[in-house]
């Protein structure tokens, strides 16, 4: 029994339990039927951010920053707006990143997720058109120095003929998903892709003993180890391996600004219901 995850390989920080307990926790129904199989790709093949995964590489994608915190928190929030809005947008790793500030972490040194959905409730995120990562070289391993600073944050839109507020995309709330699987594949199944923490052991790429952040997409029934499928792999659920279930972390889009957002790029979003889990 294993979960299909989109990895994002760089450093993020255990949430204190301290601070998580302000946060609430979510579960599902146990009534509810699932299916053996889910692959969000496949269940929303409108919304392209999903099959796309930015930081799956590193050295590439990442460059000289361990920011994979805020790319699993963006693509994530991106995904939900697809699903619940309609809107196929990339939203902007670097305003979280560089704008979030002391509240989120330590930017390109590691960050909070759960830190990061609640900067999109009381913030909101840009689009990646507005702001788009910094860091356009790149590297590749070996060589992924010297580490770059955090970026500062400028808060204007690289096109000047767009304003910062009116590309803002906010969050409705952040909440932590419940450790149960059924919970973690109930949440997926109905809103979308979460975003959830592994620790990595041995890595030859890596080291040993690193945070790393995900984003969990679908889930499956299979048999045998299966790893590095198109940027992909499968983690055994149930078990909690890695510490894979102890912190997954949603939140769910607003339609805060949509109006504005739809006036200015003369686009139309129009969504499903959006389905709220219970709260423990």
């Known amino acids: 029994m294993r979960r299909l995850v989109n990895s994002s390989i760089s450093l993020a920080k255990p949430t204190p339990k301290k601070e998580l307990r302000g946060f609430p926790v979510t579960s599902h129904p146990k009534s509810l039927k699932l299916p053996k199989e889910f692959d969000a790709r496949k269940a929303w093949p409108q919304c392209t951010t999903i099959g796309r995964i930015l930081a799956n590489l590193y050295f590439i994608f990442q460059g000289h920053c361990g920011s994979c915190w805020a790319f699993g928190a963006v693509e994530s929030l991106s995904d939900r707006f697809c699903i619940h809005f309609g809107m196929n947008l990339s939203l902007s790793v670097n305003d979280l990143l560089a704008c979030c500030g002391f509240l989120c972490g330590d930017g390109c040194n590691g960050g909070y997720p759960i830190y990061a959905w609640r900067y999109f409730v009381n913030h909101g995120v840009v689009t990646e058109e507005c702001d788009p990562y910094f860091d356009d070289i790149g590297c590749?391993?070996?060589?992924?120095?010297?580490?770059?600073?955090?970026?500062?944050?400028?808060?204007?839109?690289?096109?000047?003929?767009?304003?910062?507020?009116?590309?803002?995309?906010?969050?409705?709330?952040?909440?932590?998903?419940?450790?149960?699987?059924?919970?973690?594949?109930?949440?997926?199944?109905?809103?979308?892709?979460?975003?959830?923490?592994?620790?990595?052991?041995?890595?030859?790429?890596?080291?040993?003993?690193?945070?790393?952040?995900?984003?969990?997409?679908?889930?499956?029934?299979?048999s045998g180890i299966e790893a590095g499928v198109d940027g992909y792999f499968k983690i055994l659920r149930g078990t909690n391996e890695c510490g894979i279930e102890e912190d997954v972390i949603a939140g769910l889009p607003s339609a805060r600004n949509l109006d504005l957002v739809r006036e200015v790029t003369g686009t139309d979003a129009v969504g499903d219901e959006i389905v709220v889990p219970q709260v423990l």
């Open 140 to 222: 590749s391993h070996p060589g992924c120095t010297p580490e770059f600073p955090t970026p500062k944050c400028v808060r204007k839109c690289v096109d000047k003929n767009q304003l910062w507020s009116q590309s803002k995309h906010y969050g409705v709330n952040a909440y932590r998903i419940s450790s149960d699987p059924q919970d973690i594949m109930a949440e997926v199944l109905t809103n979308g892709p979460v975003e959830v923490a592994f620790i990595v052991y041995e890595l030859s790429l890596l080291g040993g003993g690193l945070l790393m952040m995900e984003r969990i997409i679908g889930f499956l029934q299979t």
